[in-house]
């Protein structure tokens, strides 16, 4: 008994030092009681005290000796972990929109939670909604506007990772509106997958608008075209009609025939764009059938209708297949009118235009002095891009963000190398890697000066070598902005990122951020009130304001009042609440609908305004398709050892699951010291 203890106590005690100090230890007591009691003439203790106190010396100071070794002991913990059984339920509306709605909303819950009750015994079980979020709750209430099962399942590999997990149930009817094909993004998961098929799969009457094509920027003025995409299932014989409804009337209808049982049909419509501002697009088909439902017959879209383009001038010192460039990536954006022209063919002034790109001027035979005091003076945001028959000293009294010193007419080729701190705009690592892997770019040699008021997008490396020399970069000086790219090529970047990605996303963000930085005006408005523009009929409508005082510091303590007026010209006066150094104003959820707005304040004698509008949206992506896809949750559960069930067979999940081997504790030990 005393040596298995002995034996327990050496394994579980820990020191810092040999074992064999042990001895020193007791040596050290040994030595220490023995001066002060064996031999001493002064000890006038009889012998048992003095045997007594001997004892206890060399026991106290023994460990006292031992806690000089720093010991630990170390404990161990015997832990017992059940596996984990994850149900993952649908709740978006699709679920409950065919014909066995009640059935989903009363007795299919029931069985589940039996289900999940007689696992409880056995198995851990948590249970998810999943749908437009991913939240952890017991039972579904079908009101999710999407349904997104690759979030959903990327979740619980995350949440999950090392855990003892034994198998997860999906219930829904496979019917998916957002993120990436579930059987796709559960390719990597190595846990059993069992899906549990709700919803029908039979064709039922339903006539939809499936698609509208359309352009969300469109001018006043202008005749703008949508195409509408509609679709009929089980629907052979009818009849349909299809109106257009914008800027308060109807616009468009047109009848016609729906002859087989799968009918899909394009229809083209042309809209003049009668009124500037957002405006709303209702799209309605009609039908002289019943059908299963008719929430997918109406689909609003909003079309941004503006009165004027910016304008932009590309001003070259002679072709070059830069400007081509340019101008594609800049001509997606419907808010600009592109323009080249050379120094010798400009027609118009300077003020005529909202921005410049400047390619390669001045130069040695384009100095183009009267150009640039006219920009100079109506301070017209510019981007410069240098090149090789730019006149570089010249380029130094024009852009005050970097002084560029040459000796020579020397250049060489350097890519770019993103600035992490750059912030102002926002730009993704992704499309920045991509970047960072396109050619070099022609640049000039030389010592790169920064100048404390700019701001670099990107640097030069050379021969893979980074350097501080500033390849992208924006400055603003005495309310001017101006930006510079240090080379040219930039049609091979477009070619080359095309060429890797098959797009051009990199290098059309890249160009469009810059223009949009320059193009930005700074808002020195005293009241300001800021929405999101568009907001979903599935959300809160919340709108923030902000006041300053004449030294643009943040006051809260003035009344703000919100008058909104809807599509019907109906009114709603509000009042914000105050929020830290701003105002904020909750409206709930809204109609969908386009909805004007006025602020008003005052401040002392100084009265504030604010007019705007926004737009609230409801997509019912969970009304297009009432199919359910037992397909997708059949190829799920096939690819993870699993198996789909359907609603009547609910009361085998725990018989299943008992079947398996692989569904055990896993015993773990836990040590401290």
């Known amino acids: 008994m005393h040596l298995n203890f002995f034996r327990l106590l050496i394994s579980d005690l820990i020191i810092g030092y040999p074992w064999?100090?042990?001895?020193?230890?007791?040596?050290?007591?040994?030595?220490?009681?023995?001066?002060?009691?064996?031999?001493?003439?002064?000890?006038?203790?009889?012998?048992?005290?003095?045997?007594?106190?001997?004892?206890?010396r060399f026991i106290v100071v023994s460990i006292l000796a031992f806690l000089l070794l720093s010991p630990f002991i170390k404990t161990k913990k015997r832990n017992i972990e059940a596996p984990v059984i994850v149900f993952g339920i649908d709740n978006s509306r699709s679920v409950v929109m065919g014909k066995d709605s009640s059935f989903y909303g009363s007795d299919f819950i029931t069985a589940l939670d039996q289900q999940k009750e007689l696992l409880s015994a056995d198995y851990d079980v948590d249970t998810y909604l999943f749908g437009a979020g991913i939240e952890q709750a017991d039972g579904p209430d079908f009101t999710y506007e999407t349904s997104d099962y690759s979030a959903f399942i990327r979740r619980i590999n995350e949440d999950y990772a090392g855990l003892n997990i034994g198998a997860l149930i999906i219930a829904g009817d496979g019917i998916h509106n957002q993120g990436i094909d579930p059987v796709f993004a559960a390719t990597t998961t190595k846990i059993?997958?069992?899906?549990?098929?709700?919803?029908?799969?039979?064709?039922?009457?339903?006539?939809?608008?499936?698609?509208?094509?359309?352009?969300?920027i469109v001018y006043q003025g202008d005749d703008f075209p949508i195409e509408v995409n509609v679709t009929a299932t089980s629907m052979a014989g009818s009849q349909g009609t299809i109106r257009v409804y914008a800027f308060g009337k109807s616009i468009k209808s047109q009848s016609f025939d729906v002859p087989g049982e799968r009918y899909s049909r394009n229809f083209r419509f042309t809209i003049p764009a009668e009124t500037k501002g957002k405006q709303r697009v209702r799209i309605v088909v009609e039908s002289d059938a019943k059908e299963i439902s008719i929430e997918n017959n109406i689909r609003n879209i909003f079309v941004d209708v503006l009165n004027n383009r910016q304008k932009i001038l590309i001003l070259a010192n002679a072709p070059h297949p830069d400007l081509t460039a340019i101008r594609q990536s800049l001509a997606t954006n419907r808010n600009y009118?592109?323009?080249?022209?050379?120094?010798?063919?400009?027609?118009?002034?300077?003020?005529?235009?909202?921005?410049?790109?400047?390619?390669?001027?001045?130069?040695?035979?384009?100095?183009?002095?009267?150009?640039?005091?006219?920009?100079n003076q109506k301070q017209i945001p510019t981007l410069?891009?240098?090149?090789?028959?730019?006149?570089?000293?010249?380029?130094?009294?024009?852009?005050?963000?970097?002084?560029?010193?040459?000796?020579?007419?020397?250049?060489?080729?350097?890519?770019?190398?993103?600035?992490?701190?750059?912030?102002?705009?926002?730009?993704?690592?992704?499309?920045?890697?991509?970047?960072?892997?396109?050619?070099?770019?022609?640049?000039?040699?030389?010592?790169?000066q920064v100048s404390n008021a700019a701001s670099v997008f990107g640097n030069q490396k050379i021969n893979n070598l980074a350097t501080d020399f500033p390849l992208v970069v924006f400055s603003e000086e005495n309310g001017k902005k101006s930006g510079m790219i240090a080379g040219e090529g930039l049609w091979i970047?477009?070619?080359?990122?095309?060429?890797?990605?098959?797009?051009?996303?990199?290098?059309?963000?890249?160009?469009?951020?810059?223009?949009?930085?320059?193009?930005?005006?700074?808002?020195?408005?005293?009241?300001?009130?800021?929405?999101?523009?568009?907001?979903?009929?599935?959300?809160?409508?919340?709108?923030?304001?902000?006041?300053?005082?004449?030294?643009?510091?943040?006051?809260?303590?003035?009344?703000?009042?919100?008058?909104?007026?809807?599509?019907?010209?109906?009114?709603?006066?509000?009042?914000?609440?105050?929020?830290?150094?701003?105002?904020?104003?909750?409206?709930?959820?809204?109609?969908?609908?386009?909805?004007?707005?006025?602020?008003?304040?005052?401040?002392?004698?100084?009265?504030?305004?604010?007019?705007?509008?926004?737009?609230?949206?409801?997509?019912?992506?969970?009304?297009?398709?009432?199919?359910?896809?037992?397909?997708?949750?059949?190829?799920?559960?096939?690819?993870?050892?699993?198996?789909?069930l359907y609603p009547d067979e609910i009361d085998n999940i725990s018989e299943i699951l008992a079947e398996r081997d692989d569904l055990?504790?896993?015993?773990?030990?836990?040590?401290?010291y």
């Open 337 to 375: 009118e592109i323009e080249i022209a050379f120094p010798q063919n400009l027609k118009g002034a300077m003020d005529d235009f909202d921005m410049i790109i400047i390619h390669q001027i001045p130069s040695v035979s384009q100095p183009a002095q009267a150009f640039f005091k006219d920009i």
């Open 384 to 448: 410069f891009i240098l090149g090789k028959q730019s006149d570089l000293n010249a380029f130094n009294r024009y852009f005050q963000g970097i002084n560029l010193r040459v000796t020579a007419r020397v250049f060489e080729e350097a890519q770019l190398e993103y600035n992490p701190s750059f912030s102002m705009f926002s730009f993704s690592s992704d499309l920045a890697d991509q970047l960072e892997n396109l050619p070099p770019l022609i640049v000039p040699f030389g010592n790169y």
């Open 192 to 216: 059993p997958i069992y899906t549990i098929a709700l919803g029908d799969t039979t064709l039922s009457k339903d006539l939809k608008v499936n698609d509208v094509r359309y352009n969300t």
């Open 20 to 56: 064999w100090f042990i001895l020193l230890v007791v040596l050290v007591g040994l030595l220490y009681a023995g001066l002060l009691y064996v031999g001493n003439s002064k000890n006038k203790l009889g012998k048992a005290w003095t045997a007594t106190l001997f004892i206890l």
């Open 664 to 672: 055990k504790s896993k015993i773990y030990y836990e040590e401290k």
């Open 493 to 644: 970047w477009k070619m080359h990122n095309y060429l890797q990605m098959s797009n051009t996303d990199a290098f059309d963000e890249l160009i469009g951020k810059s223009v949009q930085l320059l193009l930005a005006r700074k808002d020195k408005r005293f009241f300001r009130v800021n929405t999101k523009g568009e907001y979903n009929s599935t959300e809160n409508v919340n709108v923030k304001a902000e006041l300053y005082n004449r030294s643009y510091e943040p006051v809260n303590e003035q009344d703000v009042n919100f008058k909104l007026t809807n599509e019907e010209g109906e009114q709603f006066n509000y009042v914000f609440s105050p929020l830290e150094n701003a105002y904020t104003l909750d409206l709930k959820r809204l109609p969908v609908g386009v909805y004007q707005y006025a602020a008003s304040t005052q401040m002392g004698n100084e009265k504030y305004t604010s007019n705007g509008e926004f737009v609230v949206a409801g997509e019912l992506l969970e009304s297009r398709n009432l199919n359910a896809d037992h397909a997708m949750l059949y190829r799920l559960a096939g690819d993870h050892d699993g198996r789909m």
